[in-house]
């Protein structure tokens, strides 16, 4: 195989396993509670200033990717309990609210860094020769992450007892809660792994782009657009939106110019939605 062609495979796949991983915790919250949380993007920045103060402190990124799902997961459970509860019925006010939780959050990193950009080093920074092609290894690490969380989530939502528990609460609360599941706290709790999980991803892909303030809300809109294209109500919908804006995308920024391919992915989106206002995928797992 050519080692150009090799490269772009591998971009290809990189960039869809990222954002895969980034709008995992996303179809937590907004696929399967269908609460649009604007702050989401800052739950991923969150993950990654763990990321970045565990390594300035301790010298070391892999323990801050250890922290960062349970610092930024325990952060959107006190979130939940102390605003996001007040709006479900609200979609409007769970907008605004989340908002604000994350314009403080961004405002506030930008008014205490030091820099605009901080770096961080990769756990691992060699790389692979395959097919003539050097791959970074770190890059390689999220492709396997990434499938591997997939796989779990997917297991735990459809084998066992909690993850029926998860879907039945958050399908039809009024029986859930009948059949003596609390529904304060598997929301609570549901939130906090969605939290986890952007945190997680935060720390993951920080070596890739450096910490800056806007990291989370420059990744926003694409995580929203993959959530809208796959579809509300499930797990699987918005990661196979991710999948279906993250192939096509990546090719075309490897034969047009970037900026150009990004356009045009959010007018096919946006006529796509038009056309299918529910998304690929009805709500399920």
Not at 74 to 101: D, K, M, S, W
Not at 168 to 191: D, F, H, I
Not at 215 to 227: E, R, Y
Request: aromatic letters at 8%.
């Amino acid at each position: 195989m050519d080692a150009s062609l090799t490269r772009s495979i591998f971009d290809v796949l990189s960039v869809t396993s990222i954002l895969v991983l980034l709008v995992m915790g996303m179809a937590v919250i907004v696929g399967m509670m269908k609460v649009f949380n604007l702050c989401q993007g800052e739950f991923v920045l969150l993950g990654a200033l763990t990321a970045y103060l565990t390594y300035e402190i301790f010298g070391s990124v892999l323990l801050g990717i250890l922290l960062a799902p349970i610092m930024v997961g325990a952060f959107g459970l006190l979130l939940e309990r102390t605003v996001i509860h007040r709006f479900y019925a609200n979609p409007q006010g769970a907008l605004l609210a989340t908002f604000a939780v994350g314009l403080i959050i961004r405002e506030g990193l930008r008014t205490t860094m030091s820099t605009q950009a901080s770096p961080v080093p990769a756990p691992i920074s060699s790389s692979w020769v395959i097919f003539g092609a050097t791959l970074p290894v770190w890059r390689i690490v999220i492709m396997a992450v990434t499938v591997a969380l997939l796989i779990v989530a997917a297991v735990i939502l459809i084998k066992t007892s909690v993850g029926l528990r998860v879907r039945a609460t958050l399908n039809n609360p009024e029986l859930a809660s009948a059949s003596g599941v609390s529904r304060k706290w598997m929301y609570a709790w549901t939130y906090a792994t969605g939290s986890a999980l952007a945190g997680f991803a935060g720390a993951m892909i920080v070596p890739l782009q450096t910490l800056y303030p806007n990291l989370g809300f420059d990744n926003l809109i694409t995580m929203f657009i993959a959530v809208m294209v796959g579809g509300l109500g499930s797990f699987a919908a918005p990661v196979v939106g991710a999948v279906a804006i993250a192939v096509p995308g990546s090719i075309m920024s490897i034969l047009i110019n970037p900026v150009t391919a990004q356009i045009l992915i959010v007018l096919c989106a946006i006529v796509f939605m038009r056309l299918r206002p529910n998304g690929l995928l009805k709500s399920g797992m």
